[in-house]
């Protein structure tokens, strides 16, 4: 028995997992273990991948967003010193590869092989020794196209002279892709029909791009000996990608290793398969080299996922005296080229039926169609992907709309309104169930932050100066955490999470994801979980994942799923494992292991706390000589895949205060005030972290950020210089507080939380504007509202974007 | 070409084509990946590197235009071991999430902090208006540089550095 004492046997108390104050043990703030290597300038992403003869990859793109293709001569490029294949849509027909499925059941092209469908769709692919000698055979390389007329303006896609573009589909005479409803029509109708008060109001979410910092890339290593394929990726989802290869290209499962290294910010933009990762894959069995692919800026913004493009009318009915009754909406969906847009398959719009928002309607309906446009596809991304954005934009401008028509305070008409404490589980008007809430709670804390009473007095002496000064409310729900099996799937893969834990017989600890960090710290949080559960310290567990051989199956990270699904994962994971460590306890201390209370870090006998065994003096004795229990095994580790019950429904209240130059129509945001509840918070600096990105998103996106196009279909936001995204001059410092209402589901009531600023803040700064135009008798200003446009709208021409 | 120059305090001396960019200079050549880029147009200054001790985006100077030039990137920060303060600040303050813009923005913080050891935010501000982080909001790397400027390092300069 003396063999198996572990070198942790010197207890530094009675509770070995007692945290010091800045070092919890479980949740808390804790600076983050990514951190030292991130700030050394040692993080591992995908362009720092070099692997011996390694070639690189560089794309030739339609400079047309419509076009048959008649000819692709590469023979000049092949010729040229250093470059070692080019690769047609040809080439990919011979392999069944020109085409593969999108995640919305469509199919789209790896290159061209008949027509070119938007600008910047991949044409050919060369590899050549450096990236340099890539970009130079590219210009080589000689495309005959006929210029078709493009569709550009979604509203013209369902004309019936309107060209087709998806003429690649048997059948296909038109661009229509789906209609799609939620909600009861008929009760929506009679309600409307009795109210006292309907308004109705056009807007336009434009189409904007996520933009990570890092732009996309691959690098694959195809071993012809082994058949064994190692594809480094920027990828948010590894296992899907592993998955959805084996099925398209026909490499066996186990034969296809994907690694996801560190991640420069996806936001959704690295959900997708891209054509350029298929490429650098083809190119990589062609040349039997490993071959690298990195994206440029302008490839990044004009070719890979898109998010918005949703043309709204929405409508909403009330009592006189300020009582919601139904909101219903009538969305026209750009799809762009290929319906690629990641959404559960029974959802086309995804969660975009969450536009009941924080109020106890009466009813609710909507109607969605989507179509293609000759623009890039995608329509996955910049958080939140599944449309909840969208919905919410919606709501809160309405909601807004309809103040403004009752002449009513927009905080008071909220206040009104919102679902009740106690109707939580709420079944709103189109089928989800709210797991909790207490939104007048955060509403009251938000206006008490911003000092809301003063504000309107103040707003009210500027007024009587001239001044421009606006003052805006959104109060969001989100639903989040996707999901449910028996309700939700990926192109037929369910979106459970799997987890696994290891205790080593030290008492260190590694954990396993399938989610996988883009710099939401998961190294830090989920060690947190496990911490929680078991008592051992943060920085002794490793927390492993992004490496498909290394990890279990689970559908990756986007949607503010991370905590919601594999948070569950690890935390009931961790239980499994604090379960076996009873038994063993128990076996170590000759006690029955219903005798024994858990404390956290150590398992002891009740009523005799001295009598107790610590998590790595069980899993010593686990791997040990200690005579286990009937049916225990001599390791400490377990394994789990989550099946979520419920999305979970993080909500938040959002004041911004805005000063307009009368003279420019330059928005200056002056303060953000954001409330949010996320239930269970893991660890608040990340939260935090999370809540600001947020917020800086939507002050992109309400005053500065647009992927525009010209009639010919070209892109007007192909470099930083035209696609503006906020810097430090424009944010202000954030003002941030919490409630929590953990969610009854969730096993340790935690919510999603990273896009929950990024679906509240645009509402909230857009209705800032708008209240700020009051002046003017503006009821609603589309997106972006930059200088030129707030100005149009200051002269009476409030145009949409497109 | 054959080009010399002094990076983070090493001379170092390549033969290159004429228009390799400084930024693939560092990274492709002398493997310091710490550089990182992001936009080819100077918008997002994650490539920025600090030359002769002021902040240049290495995806805008040709590696020629550095010889004879000190450079000095992410992996030259910390002296003898010891953390900058500004990669102190950033990792007490939570001044980075992916990280992809932390090296530019710490480099371009400590030339800052070497001109003015007690900027205000305005100041900081404006002093990092030319890097575009995706993920912070800004806030934080405001509040890190403000922590490295209240815990100033005796020396924060490798040798043979100048200021």
């Known amino acids: ?802 | 070409m054959q080009i010399t120059m002094t990076v983070n305090g090493d001379s170092v001396t390549r033969d290159v084509e004429p228009r390799v960019l400084l930024v693939h200079f560092l990274r492709d050549v002398l493997g310091l990946t710490g550089t990182h880029w992001g936009c080819d147009t100077s918008n997002c200054g994650l490539c920025s590197v600090l030359m002769d001790g002021a902040p240049v985006k290495s995806c805008t100077v040709l590696a020629a235009m550095a010889a004879g030039h000190e450079i000095r990137t992410v992996e030259g920060l910390a002296v003898g071991g010891t953390l900058d303060p500004v990669q102190q600040g950033f990792m007490e303050e939570h001044g980075l999430q992916c990280g992809f813009c932390t090296p530019g923005m710490m480099l371009t913080a400590r030339a800052l902090l070497d001109k003015n050891p007690d900027p205000d935010e305005d100041t900081i501000r404006e002093a990092i208006s030319g890097q575009i982080c995706r993920c912070t909001g800004y806030a934080t790397i405001v509040r890190s540089i403000q922590w490295a400027a209240k815990h100033p390092a005796e020396s924060s300069r490798p040798e043979g550095v100048p200021a």
């Open chain 1, 1 to 802: 028995m003396t063999a198996v004492t572990p070198l942790t046997m010197t207890e530094r108390a009675a509770n070995p997992a007692a945290a010091a104050e800045d070092r919890p043990i479980g949740f808390g703030r804790l600076q983050r273990k990514e951190d030292p290597r991130f700030i050394r300038g040692k993080g591992h992403y995908l362009d720092d991948v070099t692997l011996p003869g390694m070639l690189h990859g560089a794309m030739l793109r339609s400079p047309y967003a419509h076009a048959r293709l008649i000819s692709v001569d590469t023979s000049a490029a092949l010729a040229h010193p250093g470059v070692h294949a080019v690769i047609t849509g040809k080439d990919l027909e011979g392999l069944n590869l020109a085409w593969a499925p999108t995640l919305s059941a469509d199919v789209m092209a790896i290159l061209a092989t008949d027509k070119v469908r938007f600008q910047g769709q991949e044409v050919a692919f060369v590899v050549a020794d450096d990236r340099y000698a890539a970009r130079d055979a590219l210009e080589l390389i000689d495309v005959e196209y006929d210029v078709l007329p493009p569709v550009v303006d979604a509203r013209r896609a369902l004309e019936p002279d309107a060209p087709v573009i998806r003429d690649d589909l048997e059948g296909r005479t038109d661009n229509h892709i789906f209609d799609w409803e939620a909600g009861d029509r008929a009760a929506t109708d009679e309600v409307f029909a009795r109210a006292d008060v309907v308004v109705s109001q056009d807007m336009v979410y434009p189409r904007v791009h996520p933009a990570p910092m890092e732009t996309c890339g691959a690098v694959a290593d195809y071993d012809a000996v082994d058949g064994k394929l190692t594809l480094y990726e920027t990828t948010q989802a590894p296992h899907a990608h592993r998955t959805l290869y084996a099925l398209v290209a026909g490499i066996p499962e186990h034969k296809i290793r994907v690694v996801a290294p560190d991640i420069g910010g996806g936001f959704g933009n690295k959900v997708g398969i891209y054509p350029g990762y298929v490429c650098a894959v083809v190119g990589s069995i062609v040349t039997g080299r490993p071959v690298k692919w990195v994206e440029d800026r302008s490839e990044n913004l004009m070719s890979t996922s898109f998010a918005r493009d949703y043309l709204m009318h929405g409508e909403i009915a009330a009592t006189r005296d300020g009582r919601i009754l139904a909101v219903r909406t009538n969305v026209l969906a750009d799809h762009g080229a290929f319906n690629a847009t990641a959404q559960p398959t029974k959802y086309p719009a995804g969660f975009f039926h969450i536009f009941t928002g924080s109020y106890d309607l009466e009813a609710a309906h909507c109607t969605v169609t989507g179509v293609y446009t000759n623009k890039a596809p995608g329509g996955v991304a910049y958080a939140c992907s599944f449309r909840v954005t969208e919905a919410v934009y919606l709501v809160e401008r309405m909601v807004d709309v309809l103040a403004a028509e009752l002449e009513m305070d927009p905080a008071e008409l909220r206040l009104r309104n919102f679902i009740r404490p106690e109707q939580f589980p709420y079944a709103n008007a189109t089928g989800w169930e709210y797991d909790s809430g207490e939104y007048e709670t955060a509403m009251r804390k938000a206006l008490d932050m911003a000092g809301y009473d003063e504000l309107r007095h103040e707003q009210a002496q500027a007024r009587e100066r001239g001044e421009l000064m606006g003052i805006g409310i959104a109060f969001f729900t989100e639903t989040v955490g996707a999901g449910p099996r028996k309700h939700m799937d990926i192109v037929g893969l369910g979106m459970g999470d799997g987890a696994e834990l290891r205790v080593h017989p030290t008492g260190k600890a590694v954990v396993r994801l399938s989610v996988q960090t883009q710099g939401q710290g998961h190294e830090t949080t989920f060690a947190q979980i496990v911490a929680e559960e078991l008592g051992i310290p943060p920085e002794d567990i490793e927390v492993v994942h992004g490496d498909t051989d290394q990890t279990p199956f689970g559908l990756g990270t986007y949607g503010s799923r991370s905590t919601p699904v594999s948070g569950a994962a690890v935390s009931l994971v961790s239980r499994k494992v604090r379960e076996k460590a009873k038994l063993i306890a128990g076996a170590m201390l000759e006690a029955r292991p219903e005798d024994l209370e858990w404390e956290k870090g150590r398992w002891f006998v009740k009523g005799d706390p001295e009598q107790s065994k610590t998590v790595a003096e069980i899993a010593m004795a686990a791997h040990g000589t200690v005579a286990l229990p009937e049916g225990v095994e001599g390791s400490l580790e377990a394994q789990i895949t989550y099946d979520p019950p419920n999305l979970t429904f993080p909500f938040g209240a959002y004041i911004c205060v805005v000063d307009i130059d009368p003279g420019t129509g330059v928005v200056k945001v002056r303060r953000f005030i954001a409330v949010d509840d996320c239930g269970t918070r893991i660890n608040p600096m990340i939260i935090e972290g999370q809540i600001h990105g947020g917020l800086a998103d939507g002050v992109g996106m309400a005053l500065m950020e647009m992927i525009a196009f010209d009639e010919e279909g070209n892109c007007l936001g192909g470099s930083f210089m035209d696609y503006l995204i906020p810097t430090a001059m424009e944010v202000p410092d954030w003002e941030t507080g919490h409630t929590v209402t953990p969610s009854p589901h969730h096993p340790i009531g935690a919510k999603g939380v990273g896009e929950s600023a990024t679906v509240g803040s645009p509402p909230a700064i857009v209705n800032a504007v708008v209240d700020a135009l009051q002046p003017f008798g503006l009821r609603h200003v589309d997106m972006p509202c930059t200088p030129a446009r707030v100005w149009a709208a200051m002269q009476g021409r409030p145009e949409p974007p497109v």
